[in-house]
Each structure stands twice: as C-alpha cells, then as structure tokens.
C-alpha cells in the first residue's frame, strides 16, 4: 500500500509539474519574448487577420507574385498538408497523368503567364511542390522572373516592382543556415500598398 500512495503522489506531481505547470511558464515566456511568433505569426491589415506570414496561400491573378504550386488538397490547404509523395523516378513527376500537372507542365504554364523564352531556365520552385504543400516562401529568381507580368498587369514600372522583391528578399541566416527566400504574402501585401499609395 505504501508503494501504491508513493507512485499515485509522484505520477500525480509530475502530472502538475510536467503537464501543467511547465506548458503555462514556457506559454508565458513565449507570449512576453515572442508574441508574433507565439500566436502564429498572423499577417493583419487593420485589424483584420489575412493570412499567417508561415503558411502560402494561392494567388492566381496576374497582377500577384504567384507562389510554387502546392499538393496540399486542391492547393494550399492548411487541413490537408502533405506532398505529392511521387518519387524522383516515377514518370508521372515528370509528364503527369490523370489530372496531375508533372513538372513539363507546370513549366510550360509558368513560361507562358510569365511571357518567358523556351531557353530561360526556370527554378526548381516554380515547378515543384514543397514537401508542406504550404511553403510560404519562393525564391528570389522565381520573383524576379515574375516581375514583368505583375509590373505590367498593375501598370507599374518594372524596377519598382524590382525594388520591391529586392526589399522582401529574405538572405540565409547567418549569411550560410538556408537559402535565400521571398515572402509571397508579404510581397503582394506590399505591392498593393505601394500601387494604393501611387495612385
């Protein structure tokens, strides 16, 4: 009897210690130190929660910065993240089939709403999918290769827009950790900002 109090009282201190007590300190250092982060690092314009700077959400119109596809339901669907899973020697990765877009697809598409020659290489993450399917981020080369459809569709100059990518280009951290990244949402946040405060 005395083993079985003795197991109860200590089960049920570190019950309080470890299930309670722990998760509200580390809850409170983190809403002092890093509320942006703490509470999902939410994007607001005004008062209104538009979109989280850690999740991609899927613009289509011309006059967005558009980001890397996404397999995550019907694109960019936070309740069903996940990859395509489709190995590097499966064909349908490269050709698709059955609805599925493979990388000569998407690369036509991209080339063409891009108004891009045959020869120009396009990046990796114009025509691949994250492993997420939630990526927030593209690289500097895919927004730089989607400046002019996006300058001519809001009737922007074509090195503001420039401008604009360049003020958004995230560099690796601590110049080596990463690569260089662009945050999508950010971007067209700012871009409509600085097109409102021009017109």
Not at 86 to 94: A, E, Q, S, W
Not at 132 to 139: A, N
Not at 183 to 191: F, G, H, K, Q, S
Request: proline share 6%.
């Amino acid at each position: 009897m005395k083993l079985l109090r003795a197991s109860a009282v200590l089960t049920l201190f570190f019950v309080i210690v470890t299930g309670i007590i722990f998760p509200l300190v580390i809850t409170a250092i983190a809403q002092v130190a890093f509320p942006f982060q703490a509470n999902g690092s939410m994007v607001k314009v005004g008062n209104k929660v538009i979109g989280s700077k850690l999740i991609g959400q899927n613009f289509t119109s011309p006059k967005f910065f558009h980001p890397r596809p996404s397999a995550a339901g019907d694109g960019y669907d936070a309740n069903n993240s996940g990859a395509t899973n489709l190995g590097p020697t499966n064909p349908k990765l490269l050709d698709g089939a059955d609805g599925f877009e493979g990388i000569k697809q998407l690369a036509i598409k991209y080339r063409k709403e891009n108004g891009l020659e045959p020869n120009v290489i396009i990046p990796a993450d114009a025509v691949t999918r994250s492993a997420s399917g939630l990526d927030p981020d593209i690289s500097p080369l895919n927004a730089k290769l989607q400046v002019s459809r996006v300058a001519l569709a809001r009737g922007m100059s074509a090195s503001r827009v420039l401008g604009l990518v360049d003020r958004h280009t995230e560099l690796p951290f601590l110049g080596i950790f990463g690569e260089a990244r662009v945050n999508v949402l950010e971007l067209n946040l700012d871009l409509d900002s600085a097109q409102a405060g021009s017109s």
